[in-house]
């Protein structure tokens, strides 16, 4: 009994000292990695710090390995996306478990987005629903900005008039900011009856946040939307190009110094439809061949590791004169002549003040002029004046110049460690208008207006799938002499891995334009409430979104009865977008869908009306593919509107006061156009210039388009708004020198 | 007495040196050869942290963060899910940046990794994103063919990029398998600095240049 009790303490003993000895070479640790709902962490890295001792976890978040070192040790678990844990640790021979918690780490790729009401398209790593590329490659828009967004949910199909009509808003409720600050006159002066593009190139734009509604409180005084472009950095090299073109001819020099911190660069171009519109007939009569010079000069000076100074003018001058029928007489003729003259300068520094601030600091200044000549002529075209209404209206000048200066300034301050980030900041924006009208008497307005705004917004990440930006803004016109301040907020909460659901809410003032104040100087801001839902699926192979939004309109301005704020309505829809690079081998396409329901009393409108801008149904079509074999991009655009309602508001002299005089709906809309890009320098290494041929024709089927009607004074007549081409044909060949574009050509298509 | 002491010390110090030295020789010359077979294993990414952890334990040697970086970018560019890429890219290229700060600047097999790099951004959205990392990923080989003229790596980078690249657009099996053969004859000319430099790829050079036979 005594022995066998000597022998088990002499085994116990055995592997006392055997278990000993391990302790002296090796510890083992082992655990799993999981994320604070229970998930495996894979794919983490486990050190103990200061040794070669460590593991990676595997696929079910577990991990084991054995380490020499002894004693006090710090255990380093690092994973991409997830925040780093240490733990300190006795390591003494006998076996660590361990189970530790990896909490997500908030970064900016992985974080979600407020995506309702905005489409961006960008380069920046984040998936986009567009990049800046699609801009310029969409069929119908012809390198215009806007014509591109046109293919959006949420915006019309309007072809009578310039600007972006957004969710039920007029073209004027839609404003468009350049590096931070407001731009007057983004588009051409606009013309009787036929839209303008606008006046910048695409080219000049890394990034374009289009929002439809429910924008941050840094930028105001837009009912509906607003259009918020950032020009792009230095370029990538030196280079010169040169551009000749069914319609004109362009060239122009970028140059980059040798330590790649400065560029400065000049372009000019210069248009004259009158080639063109000997081959092309045009339904008026232009007596003044449209004729556009524009140059510009930039220069971009990176201040800092951090911080670029751009610098930004053009000077544009350009000319034009539109004979058309009268509609009031079968003999007589409407002659209308532009002259515009338009500067544009914006001057922007960005710059990272130490880790936490950043500071934006924008100022620009325009200067526009319009010189506008009516007149009345017979079949000879000759002036006439007749003194009786409607005819002595239509002879008339004006000479209108505005101009703007402006100062903005943005201060980011990181909160915490994460993606939070409080921004605040204010602008000052002087406008001085002055038009010199002239009929049977000269009349002269100058309306000046000091607009200050302060605003303050927060980005709150609450985790990696919850996230608010909370904002306010104060504003202060000197010429309503009137304030206001409004709320903006918004959130998003992702779902799953690629899907995310968001809600925007915010209050937007504008103020009432020029001419309606001109019959009263009291009227106040007018005033949109928006509440906005969205779900967005996006990777980089697909994108789907939804939105409805509703829209409240109140204090719109009435001109009749009386002018004042008494006008009202509402706008309210649903929106779906679909893009897919994927399913169809080489094919990149979009689809997007509109639904509109709006009405609204304003003006001299009788009573609530759906507006003439408002369509119930929109939809188009994009697609673009690449034949490598031809070494040539193919685009194809449609676009699809139901048809708009017209009205013939009369004044009725009996009943004193407007009515419904006759009312109908256009026909449909329809626009398929096709743009083909030849890019025969690919792959010709070394090559020292690169070309690219353009063509495109808008309108293929040569669909006719009515847009709208026009009646006449005893509204018997009624005449339609139609394009002044029913199609529009574009060559061009771009050539630039000094850069090989080949390989960005080929990357862009593999 | 205390010179002795002293002397001990030394000899203690240099002994634990030399023991240090030959560790780290053998763990990085035993890391080096499972990379031939990571590819295939999928054992990259835990050869990344294994490198890791040797760099920063040695703290003052370039390349096991040179191959810590290597085996991230390579993670990078076998990932079939194109939104995790982006993480993983930049977790090499903050490795690179380390080594490239213990080396005294970016040489020429700092420069092919950050080729890498940038051709990882790339294939997460090539329409989009060719104008900076297209650019960028050609402009790194041909810093690293500047710097070192019998670097093959850059050349067997280019050869591949070559044999993914339409033939209308110079690229192609006949030029790919012009720029391999090249590639190939410098890598059977190549001296490595030491035992631990980079000497990888010519395997999948000759595996390129087969299949454009």
Redesign the interface.
Known sequence: MIKIRALNHLILLLLLFISQLAALGQTTLRGRLLTPKGKPVP?A?L?I????????SDSTGRFQFETTEKGRQLLQVTA??YKPVEEWLELNGSPVDLQLILKEAI?E??AVVVTAGSFEAS?T?R??VL???DVVTTASANADVTAALRTLPGTQQIGEREGLFVRGGSGEEARVFIDGTLVNNFFYSALPDLATRGRFSPFLFKGTVFSSGGYSALYGQALSGALILETIDLP?QSSASLGVSSVGLSGGYQHLNKKKTASWGANYGYTNLYPYFQLVKQRPDYFRIPAFHGGDANFRIKTSKTGILKFYSTIQANQLGIRTPDIDSGSLKNAFGLTNYNIYTNLAWKERLGKKWKLFLGTSYSLNRDDIENRLQDQDNKDQFIPVQPYVSKSFDVDASGSLLQVKTVFDRRLGSGLSVLRFGGEWLYFKDNVKFRDTISRNNLQEDQFKAGFAELDVYITNNLAAKLGTRVEHSSLLNRANIVPRLSMAYKLG??GQASLAYGIFFQKPERNQLLLNPDLRFTKAAHYIANYQVI??SYTFRAEVFYKKYEELVKTFPSADNSGDGYAKGIEFFWRD?KTIEGV?YWVSYSYLDTKRDYLNFPGSLQPNFAANHTASLVVKKFI??W?TQFNASYSFATGRPYYNIRFDQGANKFILADQGKTIPFNNLSLSVNFLPA????GAKSFTVWVLSINNVLNQNQIFNYNYSYDGLTRRPIRPAANQFFFIGCFFSFGVDR????????? | MKQTAFLLLLMMGSFSLFAQSEKYQKAMQQRIAEMETAVQNGNMPALANTFERIADAEKNQWLPYYYAAYCQVMTALLEQDKSKVDPIADKAEVLLKKAEALAGGANSEINVIYSMIATAHLTVDPAARWMQYGQSSSAFLEKAKAQDPTNPRPLYLEGQSKFYTPEQFGGGKAAAAQVLEKAIAMFDQFKPASELHPTWGKAAAQYFLAQCK
Do not use: H, M, P
Request: no cysteine.
């Open positions: 794919g890295s050190a710090k200061d040794s070669y001792d460590g593991a990676t991409i996306g970064d790729l992985k380069d790593k998936t986009t990049s800046s590329i990538d891995e690629k990777n980089s690079k990149d490598t074999k070494k690919i792959g010709k290494t080949s390989q960005d050509v080929i990357n862009s298509n593999l």
